[in-house]
C-alpha cells in the first residue's frame, strides 16, 4: 500500500489499471490488485489436501503420545505438527484419489535414545501384552527407561496409548483395550522415554495381533 500525500494524481478512489486508489482517515493511498488465481483446484494442491485431511484422521486420536514421542523433534512447531510433516512426507502411499497410511512405517516416537530390541506383541487374558529384551547398558539404554506405547484401531480411528509405561528392566507391559474392539485388527507400537523425559527412542512397529 503507498499512500499519497501530494502529486500529479492528487487524491482518487476506484481502480485505474492495476492500481485501486482509496482514502483512509483522510489519508489517501493506493495498492494493487492481488492477483487472481486461475485455477484454485489443481492436482497438486487437491492432492496435497487429500493426503492432509488422511494424516490428520490418523493422528488425531494419537495427539496425547505424540506431544511425548516427538517433544525433542517440536523446534519452531508443536510436536504434533513434527509428527503430522514426518508422515505427510514418509508414511503416505498411493496415488490421488486413493491415498493410505502404511502403518510400518508410521512413528508415534522420535529420537536418539537407544530403542527397543527383539520385541513382539500378543494377546493374553484379554489383554494386548508387549513383550521386549532387556538392552540396558547397551548405548543410551537404561534400566529404568519406561515404555512408551499405542495400540491403534485403525478401522475405529481409536487409540490406546501409554506414555510412562513399565521400565526397560522389565521386558513386559500389559495393556487392556476397549471390550468394543474385540475381533478387530489393531497395530501396536512400542519405544521408550527416559525417566528423566529428556531422551525419547524412535518407536518400532510390532506388528498387528487381533484382539
Given amino acids: 500500500m503507498g499512500r499519497i500525500k501530494k502529486g500529479v494524481l492528487g487524491g482518487f478512489s476506484g481502480k ?10 483522510g489519508i489517501s493511498y493506493m495498492r494493487s490488485l492481488p492477483q487472481s488465481v486461475k485455477n484454485p483446484r489443481t492436482l497438486g494442491q487437491l492432492t496435497q489436501r487429500s493426503k492432509f485431511a488422511l494424516v490428520q484422521h490418523l493422528l488425531q486420536p494419537l495427539s496425547d503420545i505424540l506431544r511425548v514421542g516427538w517433544k525433542l523433534q517440536a523446534q519452531r512447531k508443536s510436536p504434533v505438527n513434527a509428527a ?13 484419489p486413493d491415498f493410505q497410511i502404511e502403518p510400518g512405517k508410521l512413528l508415534v516416537s522420535r529420537g536418539a535414545l537407544t530403542g527397543v530390541t527383539n520385541a513382539f506383541v500378543s494377546v493374553k487374558d484379554g489383554q494386548v ?3 521386549w529384551e532387556d538392552n540396558s547398558g547397551n548405548g543410551s539404554a537404561q534400566s529404568t527407561d519406561k515404555a512408551l506405547i499405542a495400540i491403534v484401531n485403525f478401522t475405529k480411528n481409536e487409540v490406546v496409548s501409554i506414555t510412562a509405561g513399565a521400565p526397560r528392566l522389565d521386558c513386559v507391559q500389559n495393556v487392556v483395550v476397549p471390550s468394543e474392539w474385540s475381533g478387530d485388527e489393531v497395530h501396536a507400537y512400542m519405544g521408550f522415554i527416559s525417566e528423566n523425559g529428556k531422551e525419547v527412542a524412535n518407536s518400532l512397529y510390532l506388528g498387528t495381533v487381533a484382539v
Fill in 16 to 25: 485505474v489499471g492495476t492500481v485501486v486508489g482509496a482514502s483512509w482517515k
Fill in 84 to 96: 503430522t510433516a514426518y508422515t505427510l512426507a514418509n508414511a503416505v502411499s498411493g496415488e490421488y
Fill in 129 to 131: 501384552e508387549f513383550q
